[in-house]
């Protein structure tokens, strides 16, 4: 009886083996994928505050708003850890003219050899955010 027992427990041992070799890859995957989401998020939300903050710096600037905007989007990013970041400023001049601010990031995929396999492109992570304020004055 007791070697019945002990031969049962044994076999179930492999069945454990063989599970645990399946899920470890999926389980590794699924840490990748959420770490590259993380990044991305974190890239689009540093874009996205130095979009506001250029816009919004660049609106009270009487002089020069374009480059205020500019020099400020540029300040807002600049100690993002994470991320490649482009930024555009258009408009601007006068009073109550539009000032557009878009910032562009750019983020690695270290699942990019992988997507391919679920249909999608091998290319890095990508985004870009955008802000347009009204310049103040009278």
């Known amino acids: ?3 019945k027992h002990l031969a049962r427990m044994l076999n179930r041992r492999g ?3 063989a599970e645990s070799a399946i899920a470890f890859p999926i389980v590794v995957l699924l840490l990748i994928a ?3 989401l993380a990044l991305a998020a974190f890239a689009a939300n ?3 505050n130095a979009a506001n903050y250029g816009a919004r710096i660049g609106s009270v600037q009487q002089h020069g708003a374009t480059g205020a905007a500019y020099a400020a989007a540029m ?3 600049s100690h993002a850890p994470v991320g490649d970041y482009q930024i555009g400023v258009a408009g601007g001049g006068f009073p109550g003219a539009t000032i557009r601010v878009d910032v562009t990031w750019n983020v690695p995929n270290y699942m990019a050899p992988l997507m391919s396999f679920f249909g999608g492109s091998p290319g890095d992570l990508s985004g870009s955010a955008s ?3 009204r310049q103040e004055g009278w």
């Open 46 to 48: 540093n874009a996205s």
């Open 15 to 17: 069945d454990e083996f």
């Open 34 to 36: 959420l770490f590259n």
């Open 131 to 133: 802000s347009t304020f």
């Open 1 to 3: 009886m007791v070697k």
């Open 75 to 77: 300040q807002s990013i």
